[in-house]
Structure formats: structure tokens, C-alpha cells
């Protein structure tokens, strides 16, 4: 199994444009892709912090997620309310 966290900056002032695309995205996964076990949006402990936490069920299911019309689409549409790009982490299970 894989694990990706997200970490995200909302610009200040557009947390609630950036949280509305986020969670449309979150929804478009969770509904589209049979590989991506868990596809979650948390809020950061710092008010313009939000938080992907994500788990696939192999690295083909990273790929589909990766090349997806809405991932493309959702987030070109939230990099718009984002402050700098997003921090990255990449697990797998031990």
C-alpha cells in the first residue's frame, strides 16, 4: 500500500474558494478511482493549512490517480487560491 500527504497553503483571504475545489476533488476521487483507498481533506492546525491524506492500493492506482480528468482539472482550478506549491511526502507501508 501507498501513502501520499499533501500539505497546502490556501492564499489568505481565499481559504474557502481553495476548501470548496478541494472537496470537490476529494469527492470526484473517492467516487472515480477503485485503486485510491482513502482520498481525505483535513485542516491543517494553522488556519490557511489544509491536508490531503491519501492511500492507494498499489503504484498503478498513484498513476491513474496522477493522469485522472478531474485530478487535472481540480487542481489547476485550486492552484489558483494556493500560496506557493504544495509539500509533497510519498510513504509506503512498512
Do not use: W
Not at 481553495?18 to 492546525?45: D, H, I, R, T
Not at 503504484?59 to 491513474?64: D, S
Amino acid at each position: 500500500m501507498l501513502f501520499t500527504i499533501a500539505t497546502i497553503k490556501a492564499k489568505a483571504g481565499s481559504e474557502a474558494e481553495f476548501e470548496a475545489a478541494a472537496q470537490e476533488l476529494a469527492k470526484a476521487v473517492n467516487a472515480n478511482e477503485p485503486g485510491c483507498l482513502q482520498y481525505v481533506l483535513c485542516k491543517g492546525e494553522e488556519p490557511s493549512t489544509f491536508v490531503f491524506v491519501e492511500s492507494y492500493k498499489d503504484a498503478e492506482a498513484v498513476e491513474a490517480h496522477r493522469k485522472s480528468d478531474h485530478f487535472r482539472t481540480l487542481g489547476r482550478a485550486m492552484g489558483a487560491f494556493m500560496d506557493g506549491p504544495p509539500s509533497i511526502q510519498r510513504l509506503t507501508a512498512a
